[in-house]
């Protein structure tokens, strides 16, 4: 073995004994293993994965409930399969049980969960936070206090509001598609989020608009409804459908009550809370129940002051985040002087492309200007139809216009509805205290102290303009001949 040494502009090549070569490369391998080694690892199933925490308040004391996941291998060593196991699972994914601990404050039951749990707690897929109504009300700060200290727990998580206990929605709730609830609660939000009926908040972006210009933030309402089930083989079910619990004969739950006997109507305006069940909420022993988008919970200073409906949730967004797949039916009025029963489908959809909002606010007067553009997405409803007194053209100057004035007095309205829920509360839901410190600052420090009593008064100009940029037709049919033939 040679070494080769250069000093200066000679080089020189001289061997080495046997002995010392050794003794270089133990050196070299025992450093490489000292500074590549994995002297601290922790097998993922010596981990207790938390997918997703509840927080209640009942008597003076906190409620801690912490959902986990069971590994498959653990399921093998505790004898439970993926479909069962304690808290349910189904669907044949990994199976779930649930540990709840109550204290006086809610640090200490976070830190006594691991007197219940036989592993270290991971804390790093757990991507939900459920708030229960009544710790809602009694003020989430020190939920926000501990997410924030402690190093372990994601500010990144979605925070939710349930209804009644958020203990019941953990245990009860089925994950749906996915592989654990906390991630089915991410894909819905964002889901509804896309069509402008919930808008996800973080906990690190609920800290910050609490301690905004405006303390106030909206955090997405959730809620429990039951899974429809097949009725029992001896009971007959109604129309050869299959039944849900809140139905006759399928269980005590009472469901929404339906006209005439038959199905439940289907809603023809664009309101969605006509399909929302407001207020129901199903006990843990309800095997098959799924989370609903149930509107949104307005936090000021840290306290649940009210509840806004799905449709007040899209009034919200149409200013502060409008989505661009927002579709609404649009009860188009008659033709002046035709019959009551010459156009058989008097509702148009129309799929909001662009909404841009513009606000300016003052001490004394605020004002919303919306611009949106909408497309007509229902072919049939702009036809010409045939009626006794000759052939009519839909889709006139006048329809458009008609639509256009519809649309517009829709989304006006969802905003005033807002504007008439949260003002009197002296909740800041459209942020007009962070622009009006944006645009006049002098002014903003005159009025920052009596914000709240001058919004409970403010008087709100809402202007909203509606363009249709395309009609919805598509190329004409074509034109087919026959020709000659026996």
């Not at 060593?77 to 006086?104: I, K, L, M």
């Not at 994601?154 to 609830?181: C, I, N």
Request: a positive charge; hydrophobic letters at 40%; one cysteine or more.
């Amino acid at each position: 073995m040679f070494i080769v040494t250069h000093s200066g502009r000679q080089t020189s090549c001289r061997p080495i004994r046997y002995g010392q070569g050794a003794a270089l490369v133990a050196a070299a391998l025992s450093l490489s293993l000292s500074v590549a080694g994995c002297w601290d690892r922790t097998e993922i199933n010596e981990l207790a994965i938390v997918f997703a925490s509840a927080v209640d308040y009942e008597d003076g004391q906190w409620i801690n409930t912490a959902g986990f996941i069971r590994t498959a291998s653990q399921g093998a060593a505790t004898g439970a399969t993926g479909a069962g196991g304690s808290g349910g699972g189904g669907g044949g994914g990994p199976a779930r049980f649930t540990v709840t601990v109550q204290a006086p404050t809610i640090r200490e039951a976070h830190a006594k969960l691991a007197l219940f749990v036989s592993r270290r707690i991971h804390w790093d897929h757990a991507t939900a936070v459920l708030v229960g109504e009544q710790a809602a009300r009694q003020g989430i700060e020190p939920v926000l206090d501990l997410w924030t200290r402690e190093t372990d727990l994601r500010t990144t998580a979605l925070v939710f509001l349930t209804r009644g206990k958020a203990q019941d929605v953990l245990l009860a709730a089925q994950p749906g598609l996915e592989a654990s609830l906390g991630q089915g609660l991410t894909r819905l939000a964002d889901v509804a989020s896309s069509v402008g009926l919930a808008q996800p908040t973080e906990l690190h972006s609920l800290v910050t608009r609490l301690a905004s210009e405006s303390h106030t933030a909206v955090v997405p309402l959730v809620g429990l409804v039951a899974l429809p089930q097949p009725a029992p083989p001896d009971t007959p079910a109604a129309g050869g459908g299959s039944r849900s619990p809140g139905s006759r004969g399928g269980s005590n739950q009472r469901g929404p009550r339906s006209q005439g006997g038959g199905r439940s109507p289907v809603p023809s305006r664009s309101d969605p809370a006509l399909v929302v069940q407001p207020g129901r909420t199903l006990p843990p022993s309800v095997p098959a129940a799924t989370l609903q988008i149930q509107g949104a919970g307005v936090f000021r200073e840290g306290r649940l002051v009210t509840l806004l409906s799905p449709s007040q949730v899209r009034g919200l967004l149409w200013v502060t985040s409008p989505s661009q797949e927002i579709v609404l039916s649009i009860r188009r009025p008659r033709s002046r002087g035709s019959p009551a029963n010459e156009e058989r489908d008097a509702t148009v959809a129309v799929m909001v492309e662009s909404a841009k909002p513009s606000l300016q606010v003052r001490p004394d007067q605020a004002s919303i200007r919306l611009r949106v553009q909408v497309r007509l997405v229902e072919q049939d409803s702009w036809r010409d139809i045939r009626t006794p007194s000759g052939t009519r053209a839909r889709g006139t100057e006048t329809d458009m216009s008609d639509v256009t004035t519809a649309v517009s007095r829709q989304i006006e309205q969802e905003i005033r509805s807002v504007l008439k829920a949260t003002q009197p509360l002296g909740a800041d839901v459209y942020s007009l205290a962070g622009v009006l410190h944006r645009q006049n600052k002098e002014a903003w420090h005159e009025v920052e102290r009596r914000w709240p009593q001058i919004l409970r008064t403010l008087p709100v100009k809402v202007n909203v303009e509606t363009v249709v940029v395309g009609s919805g037709e598509s190329i004409s049919p074509p034109t087919v001949r026959f020709e000659g033939g026996a």
